[in-house]
């Protein structure tokens, strides 16, 4: 790639970079539902991208969110996805300085200030950060849009190439920060783009950040795969009691306590990927059922976990879970028959031989058509609402035990929330190419591009990538079935629901993103990052020998 290449490339992806910036879209808002039509026009009005194919795909009928589509065209039938986000997390943990967010220069000048007489840890390195003029702030520069800066412009260099070999399809999904219902919809549509279009999509490259607390060498890398993320979820049952006469039931909340103390950083649900150390399980949430004070033991209780993945399907997750929340209510009924006192005499606990365990779509199979019908209309209702999914789902399981009217002490398990797949390039002749392909771009990046480029098996951040990648889609009847809220809540299609095409991230580095510290490292985003990208699209689109 000569000089001026360059030089256009890393201007216009600083360009982009700071446009894309500069124009707030904050999940859930309207500059978020605006971003989408706005960014389409944008690129109608570019010179580079005149003959482009522009488009708008609504996430759903009503919904006002947009993805979008711009299609250039080369002169093959051979197509990669470049994608990424562009939904932010919010901008009011700035505080005084939150009008500054979306201005990176002002924001950058103005932490430096502020973060001049700070002697916390992370604010010294930002402060230092700043000082080396290395790195520049602003919301959502580094997650993500700088990597979208940099997919437009190596869009621009093949617009402007007479003999283009294939086909750049650039996707912008909202909605990434929340449960991905842009790209879930733009996994959806691929397959008719294609059809429409002529389009033979080789692979897609995602674009997000990578946060490196280092020197950059764990930032500079090319994901081969991603993590996957799963909700399992806890319902207890208990058996309430007055509080005064707590031997006469069984506290549901303390039954749920201790199935989140068995289950944090629990090696059984940790998936190892051999190349990094697995991530353990932690609680998310957990809370009793209750709408205010009282003095009543706890009837129900919920707990949700984070679980991570890289090869574990759904099902291995949901039976490792299973077998936890089991053995760890009967240890803990044993603990609690051994602490009562047997001057107290015969206790409710001493009718409790064991505490049974139901997975949500068996509690499901006892309802008849009336209580189904009910419980329908409480979830439609639900999904109208703006309560999060796992609450949705903690109130929705709530009332089919309730209907199911099977008796207490139980435990109800299931999922709470989006199910994000792990994917991985599998041995399929496309994929097998892409990941040649990446190796090579990776170990001859310091000759080329002047910076090291290592390749990592899986992106550390859920991402985009379970819905454009390679993974088992046949894994996601169990969470359909044990999710209370999938119908109404989660719309999924019963078959084509991932794009499952060869996947990889390339993207840029920086550190603290969501925090009013993001901040991106400029060098690597504006001079490195669009060059890596451009020559593995080149090497993807060139005629195999």
């Known amino acids: ?59 759903e009928p009503g919904d ?34 939150e009008d500054m967010a979306i201005r990176p220069q002002q924001l950058t000048q103005a ?7 700070t002697d916390a840890p992370a604010a010294r390195r930002a402060r230092d950060d700043f000082t080396s003029g290395e790195f520049l702030a602003g919301r959502g520069l580094l997650d993500m849009k700088a990597g979208l800066a940099a997919g437009l412009a190596v869009c621009a260099e093949l617009a402007e190439s007479a003999n283009a070999a294939g086909n750049l399809l650039f996707i912008a999904v909202p909605d990434e920060e929340n449960s991905s219902a842009g790209a879930r919809k733009a996994a959806q549509e691929l397959p008719a783009i294609a059809g429409e279009r002529g389009l033979d999509i080789l692979a897609a490259i995602n674009l997000d950040a990578i946060a490196d607390n280092g020197d950059g060498s764990e930032g500079r890398v090319i994901a081969l795969g991603t993590v996957g993320k799963l909700l399992p979820t806890a319902h207890v049952v208990g058996v309430p009691a007055h509080s005064g006469f707590p031997l006469n039931g069984l506290n549901a909340a303390t039954v749920a306590a201790a199935i989140a103390v068995r289950v944090e950083w629990a090696s059984e649900l940790t998936d190892d990927p051999q190349s990094v150390p697995g991530t353990p399980p932690s609680l998310l949430s957990i809370r009793d059922g209750k709408s205010g004070y009282d003095v009543t033991t706890a009837a129900t209780a919920f707990a949700t976990f984070n679980v991570l993945s890289y090869r574990r399907t759904p099902d291995e997750v949901l039976d490792r879970f299973d077998r936890l929340c089991a053995d760890t209510a009967s240890a803990y009924l044993v603990e609690l028959k051994r602490r009562r006192d047997p001057l107290h005499g015969s206790t409710a606990i001493d009718r409790v031989e064991t505490i049974p365990l139901h997975r949500y779509e068996a509690v499901l199979d006892r309802l008849d058509a009336e209580a189904r019908s009910r419980l329908g209309t409480l979830s439609a209702s639900l999904a109208a609402g703006d309560l999060p999914l796992p609450e949705q789902c903690r109130l929705v399981t709530e009332e089919a035990w309730r209907l199911s009217r099977l008796p207490g002490p139980a435990i109800v ?12 390039l599998s041995d399929r002749p496309a994929a097998a190419r892409l990941r040649a392909i990446a190796l090579d ?28 990648g390679e993974a088992t889609e046949s894994g996601l009847d169990v969470v359909a079935r044990n999710t209370p809220m999938w119908r109404d809540g989660i719309r999924w299609p019963k078959s084509g629901g991932l794009a499952n095409i060869p996947t990889i991230n390339i993207g840029p580095w920086g550190r603290d993103y969501h925090t009013p510290l993001e901040r991106l490292h400029i060098g690597y985003a504006f001079d490195v990052l669009p060059q890596v990208v451009s020559d593995v699209c080149a090497t993807l689109l060139a005629k195999k020998d």
């Open 64 to 97: 006002g969110r947009h993805c979008v589509a711009m299609l250039v065209r080369g002169n093959s039938s051979a197509t990669v996805v470049l994608t990424g986000h562009y939904d932010t997390v919010t901008t009011s943990d700035y505080g005084e300085l």
């Open 413 to 424: 398990t299931g999922f709470g929330s989006i199910p994000y797949l792990p994917t991985n």
């Open 441 to 468: 771009v990776a170990a001859g990046a310091s000759a080329r591009y002047g910076s090291a480029i290592g390749c990592a098996d899986y992106f550390a951040g859920i991402s985009d990538m379970s819905f454009f």
């Open 1 to 59: 790639m000569n000089c001026e290449a360059k030089s256009s490339l890393a201007g216009r992806t600083r360009r982009w970079a700071i446009a894309l910036t500069e124009r707030r879209s904050v999940t859930g808002t309207d500059g978020e539902a605006s971003f989408g039509p706005w960014l389409a026009d944008a690129l109608r009005y570019e010179t580079a991208f005149r003959r482009a194919e522009i488009w708008t795909i609504e996430v």
């Open 111 to 117: 932490l430096g200030k502020t973060l001049a007489s």
